[in-house]
């Protein structure tokens, strides 16, 4: 249910997404999609994000779901153009290993955009 896909361009690896599958929902979520800042603007992500896709719906999962911290619009961008809706933000989000002490609460106002792709219906 789990996979993990690499780009590599003229031997050099400029992008990575890894895609989790979860029975109990019958869902995929999208993960740790990234693209060397020097290859960005190609098409590698979506390329990567296609691949997510396909993998979704070759093993029949009813819908692909992703959450982000990007500041950048473009990263919601590339989501949107995928096809994915977004469909909600948790403000004040605690980052994997964050102890939410109150320097970190002060200075890491962290928002997490979380978005669906529905594949089919259940």
């Not at 992008?15 to 979520?29: F, K, L, Q, Y």
Request: aromatic content about 10%; hydrophobic content about 40%.
């Amino acid at each position: 249910g789990s996979c993990f896909w690499v780009a590599v361009l003229d031997g050099n690896v400029v992008g990575i997404v890894a895609a989790r599958g979860n029975e109990e929902d019958n869902t995929v979520e999208l993960r740790r999609m990234s693209v060397d800042s020097n290859y960005r603007g190609k098409g590698i992500a979506k390329a990567l994000g296609r691949k997510v896709l396909e993998f979704a719906v070759l093993n029949n999962y009813s819908s692909v779901v992703l959450g982000t911290t990007a500041v950048k619009m473009a990263a919601h961008k590339l989501y949107e153009s995928l096809g994915f809706k977004h469909v909600g933000v948790v403000e004040h989000y605690a980052l994997p290993g964050m102890t939410r002490s109150w320097l970190e609460r002060m200075f890491f106002q962290v928002r997490y955009h979380r978005y669906r792709l529905q594949l089919r219906e259940e």
